[in-house]
Each structure stands twice: as C-alpha cells, then as structure tokens.
C-alpha cells in the first residue's frame, strides 16, 4: 500500500472503499506531516478527520496490519473518548514534526520547544517489540495484546527519532509551492528536487512563470506601440 495510485489528487481522495492517501513523502514522518494540505493557505485541509481516517492511514502506510487496524477500529467503536484523545495526540505530533523537519528543510535551528515535544513522546514509542502470529504469519507489534490506540502516533515518532539521528537529513525538503509547503526526500540524483511532484506543484509553477512571461510580452509590446 505504499504506492501511491495513479488517481490521486493532491493530498488523497475518496476512494469506493474510503480515504486513499498520497503518500509521497518518502519517508514515514514525512508522510504524516503531509496529513495537514495546503498550510500556507487560509482554509488548510485536515486529512485525518476522525481516528477512523488515523487508522486507514496507519493501514496504507503499512504502519499496521489489516488485522492490527481492524482491533484498533473495533476499540475506537467501544471507547469513542479514548480514540478522539489519540487522535488529538496524534495530530499534535503531526504539528511538531512538521516544525521540526520544516527547520531542518530550510537549514534553520529545530525549534527547542518542538524537540521537546519529540522527546516527550518517544518514551512510549521505544517500547520492546515483540513478535504475534496473524493467521499464517508473523508481525512486530508494540505493547501488549489490547489494541494499542497510539500505536501509529508512536511509530511515526520512533521513526522521526530515527531521521534524526540517522539521516539523511541533508536531503530533507520542503516544497517550494506556494499553497503547498509538504515535506519530502528528495532522492534524486542532483539533490535538487524542489517540488513535491512535479505533475502536481512542479506544473503549478512553470504555468505561473508562462503567465508572468507572456504579460511582460504584453506589456512591452503595448509601450513600443504607444
């Protein structure tokens, strides 16, 4: 599931079996800093809804298995409290590395207070794994056997933690579209992706650069006529 299909619009659509996210980013933490659409823009697009949408993220990023997503579901349905608590937890952290790698991105110092709430976190999210049968095979699971419902937010964090300190950091960016700002590796060759996706940000781009091409025509060739 961690390919991103053809159809998809900037950020996701609705698919006949739910929400399809795009997930571009090319790293876990990246992908869930992407769940926030358009952050420069005056009314942003929330992707994660409801803990419902938390959880097929969770499920298309290969963070848990049908089985794993299907208890987390079953318990959300139970403790709907419970569920609406992780998925503030797990939006807040959305907002934390966004401001972390947003820094990291732009060659600026990691907000200290972002860090912080990083390392609040990982406490939870460096618990020993441990090995479960699903049906003819074997997993990684956290925790003990309940449905864990922080088990995406803790994920994502361990794998924030691991970007961090393993790299590669230098490659880390942030798109340089204007309503756009998602976060991204950049594994081109060069290193000199600017654009999320260039079908997408990329086109955007080089349409607004024709448009400001084509007016200075414009405008130059109405003073040499007048």
């Given amino acids: 599931m961690r390919s991103r299909p053809g159809a998809v619009r900037r950020g996701g659509r609705e698919g006949p079996r739910g929400f399809v996210f795009e997930l571009s980013g090319g790293r876990l933490c990246l992908d869930f800093a992407n769940t926030l659409d358009g952050r420069p823009t005056a009314h942003p697009r929330e992707l994660l809804t409801d803990y419902g949408r938390l959880v097929a993220w969770g499920r298309q990023a290969a ?21 609406a608590r992780a998925l503030r937890r797990a939006v807040a952290l959305r907002e934390t590395l966004f401001a972390v790698f ?12 972002a860090l912080e709430a990083l390392n609040a ?7 020993p794994l441990r090995v479960v049968r699903e049906g003819r095979r074997f997993v990684w699971a956290r925790g003990g056997a309940a449905p864990d419902l922080d088990a995406i937010r803790r994920a994502v964090a361990h ?9 590669p950091l230098e490659r880390a960016r942030e798109c340089s579209g204007v309503r756009c700002a998602w976060l991204f590796l950049d594994q081109s060759r060069n290193g000199t992706r600017r654009w999320c996706d260039m ?3 990329g086109n955007r781009a080089k349409a607004r650069r024709h448009y400001r091409r084509t007016r200075a025509v414009a405008r130059r060739g109405a003073r040499a006529a007048g």
């Fill in 63 to 83: 963070v848990l298995s049908r089985e794993q997503a299907l208890r987390c579901v079953q318990a959300a349905a139970r403790r709907p409290a419970t569920a």
């Fill in 102 to 113: 947003s820094a990291v991105a732009h060659g600026r110092g990691v907000p200290p207070a």
């Fill in 121 to 127: 976190v990982l406490p939870s999210a460096l618990v």
């Fill in 159 to 167: 794998d924030a933690a691991d970007m961090l300190t393993s790299g």
């Fill in 199 to 201: 079908s997408v940000c």
